[in-house]
């Protein structure tokens, strides 16, 4: 995995950013009771903490960084929430063991991408789901191929919609787009009020995200489904945002 990015709850996050990272975790919270969740990339562990206090039967938060699991650890783990220092792409973990898997913002500094997938799709039991998410490069770098480097620096390659589908679908089964919108609710309330004064006032509450669900392509007799999100995705009209 290569260099990553770090979202904090604890220091000052610019609030657009702050409001999408929170956002997908408090989507994940609504798959999260009474199931054996793992977090990839965790981070900071603000997530994992969310899951678990969502009623998740277990949650185990996996980053690469030991001093970022060892803070966690200290400051966060509990009797059903626990940090390890882990690779996304050769987890610890047994075959079909995990019902709910999310790795928020990953895969795009993950250096072997399809390895990351199969190796979601390989914990995952029949039934249970897989999310994540990453930007679109239609969006963040248009006009690029994912073989050129992103603007951001810390990124190996971003994905289209169209390539982060086939990826998946080398694993997975069926999957279905949602939405994500780079706007509190508090912030789309204002912008609906200021719609009804004049329509041009709120040009910030279309959707500009998109999610899929994925389901695991398994061997014979077997079946497992899964969910994957996609951020900032305009080709696709959501009235369904993560909020």
């Known amino acids: 995995m290569g260099v990553v990015e770090r979202v904090s709850l604890e220091s000052w996050?610019?609030?657009?950013?702050?409001?999408?990272?929170?956002?997908?975790?408090?989507?994940?919270?609504?798959?999260?009771?009474?199931?054996?969740?793992?977090?990839?990339?965790?981070?900071?562990?603000?997530?994992?903490?969310?899951?678990?206090?969502?009623?998740?039967?277990?949650?185990?938060?996996?980053?690469?960084?030991?001093?970022?699991?060892?803070?966690?650890?200290?400051?966060?783990?509990s009797d059903r929430l626990s940090f390890a220092v882990a690779d996304a792409s050769q987890l610890p973990l047994d075959d079909a063991s995990v019902d709910l898997y999310t790795s928020f913002e990953t895969i795009e500094h993950v250096e072997h991408d399809e390895a990351f997938v199969a190796e979601a799709a390989r914990v995952v039991r029949p039934g249970g789901r897989f999310l994540c998410s990453t930007p679109n490069r239609a969006i963040t770098n248009?006009?690029?191929?994912?073989?050129?480097?992103?603007?951001?620096?810390?990124?190996?390659?971003?994905?289209?919609?169209?390539?982060?589908?086939?990826?998946?679908?080398?694993?997975?089964?069926?999957?279905?787009?949602?939405?994500?919108?780079?706007?509190?609710?508090?912030?789309?309330?204002?912008?609906?009020?200021?719609?009804?004064?004049?329509?041009?006032?709120?040009?910030?509450?279309?959707?500009?995200?998109?999610a899929t669900f994925a389901r695991w392509r398994p061997p014979a007799g077997v079946s497992c489904s899964g969910v994957c999100p996609l951020r900032r995705l305009r080709a696709i009209r959501s009235s369904r945002g993560l909020l």
């Open 13 to 77: 996050t610019p609030p657009w950013l702050r409001h999408q990272h929170v956002a997908r975790y408090e989507w994940a919270c609504t798959f999260a009771a009474n199931s054996r969740v793992v977090d990839a990339a965790c981070g900071t562990g603000y997530g994992s903490q969310m899951l678990a206090q969502a009623g998740a039967a277990s949650v185990l938060g996996i980053d690469l960084d030991e001093v970022t699991v060892e803070t966690a650890n200290r400051g966060l783990a």
């Open 142 to 210: 248009p006009r690029t191929t994912i073989a050129d480097r992103p603007f951001n620096r810390f990124h190996i390659r971003e994905y289209t919609r169209d390539e982060l589908d086939a990826l998946l679908r080398q694993h997975f089964r069926e999957v279905h787009w949602r939405g994500q919108t780079f706007f509190s609710r508090r912030w789309q309330s204002t912008l609906h009020r200021l719609a009804r004064i004049h329509r041009m006032l709120a040009v910030g509450t279309r959707p500009v995200a998109c």
